[in-house]
């Protein structure tokens, strides 16, 4: 879709150079010489951007985009000001205009403006469909995904929650399995009791045994009371063990019968205590393999694999990617009350990046971004060393790939094409810190955007 400008202004010289300039590039372009022709064609027509003059002859131009701001507040406004008048300019950035441009100005400034303008247009844009996307997702206590994968997950997890079946989710870390036990534990009739984590990895296997089924007064040295174990404090409820293949072949087998009767000795006691709970657990491990090499019990593996579940990476549902992004922002606007947005270019290489670590390595990235941003924009640099290196190699891939059918001019020219580009995109449009990293003057960015916009 062709993108549409309003131009308003009392200079007639100032408007067809306008006109004729941006029509060429293919913008939709609409004239007005007065604030009183300037409300009917804003009225009448749905601009993208009005660039308004602040004298005209007719109407004061604060008051007359205060107007169209309150009444239009899909719009941007841009606004164009004398060398003496700057700070009539400050009063309209701060009563909606998006930024604005001093008189007398070249046609390449004032497109380097309005190109900078349309690209905010199009973050918003993408950020907008993104909360509209995430609206429309139903999310099962929390899960948030539209992919045809992670649907497949959120079925099985409401069909088993309502029954008492042992489950093991398995995955890659940081998928979300933990949360998966806990939504299953959340949406069962067993919601109102305790739900109970052990980390199988975390604790020293001379103390697991000890840390799930308890232990007697005097069991062993310094066990100068008995203790109930995590088995007994989750009765009635769920417990969820999590990376289930650490624990050593001498445990499993006690772990079988607590989970094939639910029921188990406390360390130094010969007394058997029942409980009543549900079992779910965890591992990033493939245990059918361990079950080969004999580092895992073939019964144990049986009992608790009753449902399966696995967790697929996110690598493999990009779907998913730029939903998550705009949750995990949401709850930091929601914090900070900053509309942190994202670039479309930028979410595309947030998108085809790898996540080794997951759901929690993205969520990572981004909390770390929000802390480094600076201002709305989030830019690449905000983001971890390895996000930057890969958008790096896969620049460089890009950049110095061969078209056989290009003159090296040619190529070499769409390399410096884009040099410049990603330079004032990480800059966030601004020309004067983008030439700086450059290592290029100003007037030479800009003559070379200009060029480079056009093509």
């Not at 205590?273 to 019990?297: C, H, P, W, Y």
């Not at 090296?408 to 601004?430: D, N, R, S, W, Y």
Request: hydrophobic content about 40%.
């Amino acid at each position: 879709m062709k993108k549409s400008i309003l131009f308003v202004d009392d200079e007639i010289r100032l408007l067809r150079a306008l006109s004729l300039s941006f029509r060429k590039k293919g913008f939709i372009v609409e004239l007005a010489a007065t604030g009183a022709e300037a409300r009917k064609k804003v009225k009448e027509n749905d601009f993208d951007l009005v660039l308004l003059d602040l004298r005209l002859p007719d109407a004061n131009g604060l008051d007359l985009l205060e107007e169209f701001v309150s009444l239009y507040p899909q719009k941007l406004f841009m606004i164009m000001t004398a060398y003496g008048d700057i700070e009539s300019a400050v009063i309209a950035m701060k009563s909606g205009a998006i930024d604005y441009i001093v008189k007398p100005a070249k046609l390449d400034e004032i497109e380097l403006a309005i190109n900078k303008a349309f690209s905010w247009l199009e973050m918003k844009k993408e950020n907008l469909y993104l909360k509209e996307q995430l609206k429309q997702v139903e999310p099962t206590k929390g899960l948030i995904s539209i992919s045809n994968e992670m649907k497949d997950i959120y079925t099985l997890v409401e069909r088993v929650s309502s029954t008492d079946a042992t489950v093991l989710i398995h995955g890659e870390s940081g998928t979300g399995k933990s949360m998966i036990a806990k939504i299953i534990h959340q949406l069962s009739d067993r919601s109102e009791a305790p739900f109970i984590v052990v980390n199988c990895a975390a604790i020293p296997e001379n103390l697991l045994e000890s840390e799930l089924f308890g232990y007697e007064k005097g069991a062993f040295t310094g066990a100068t009371a008995s203790r109930a174990g995590k088995f007994e404090a989750a009765h009635r409820g769920t417990i969820f063990l999590d990376e289930i293949g650490e624990i050593s072949l001498q445990l499993q087998a006690k772990l079988l019968q607590a989970v094939q009767e639910k029921s188990f000795m406390r360390l130094g006691s010969n007394q058997l205590k029942q409980v009543d709970i549900r079992i779910i657990s965890a591992t990033n491990s493939n245990l059918k393999q361990m079950v080969k090499e004999g580092k895992f019990r073939e019964d144990l593996f049986y009992r608790l694999n009753i449902v399966d579940m696995y967790i697929p990476p996110l690598r493999d549902r990009i779907d998913d990617i730029p939903l998550l992004i705009e949750e995990f922002l949401e709850r930091h606007r929601q914090k900070t009350k900053i509309n942190y947005k994202v670039s479309s270019h930028l979410l595309t290489i947030l998108t085809n990046y790898d996540w080794p670590g997951n759901v929690r390595e993205l969520q990572n990235a981004v909390e770390r971004a929000v802390v480094l941003c600076d201002g709305e924009n989030l830019s690449i640099r905000d983001f971890p060393r390895e996000i930057q290196e890969y958008n790096n190699r896969q620049f460089r891939l890009e950049s110095f790939s061969l078209n056989q059918g290009k003159t090296l001019p040619e190529q070499l020219e769409e390399i410096e094409k884009k040099f410049i580009l990603t330079a004032v995109e990480e800059q966030h449009g601004q020309v004067a810190a983008a030439a700086r990293k450059l290592g290029i003057s100003r007037q030479l960015l800009s003559y070379k955007l200009n060029k480079y916009l056009n093509q």
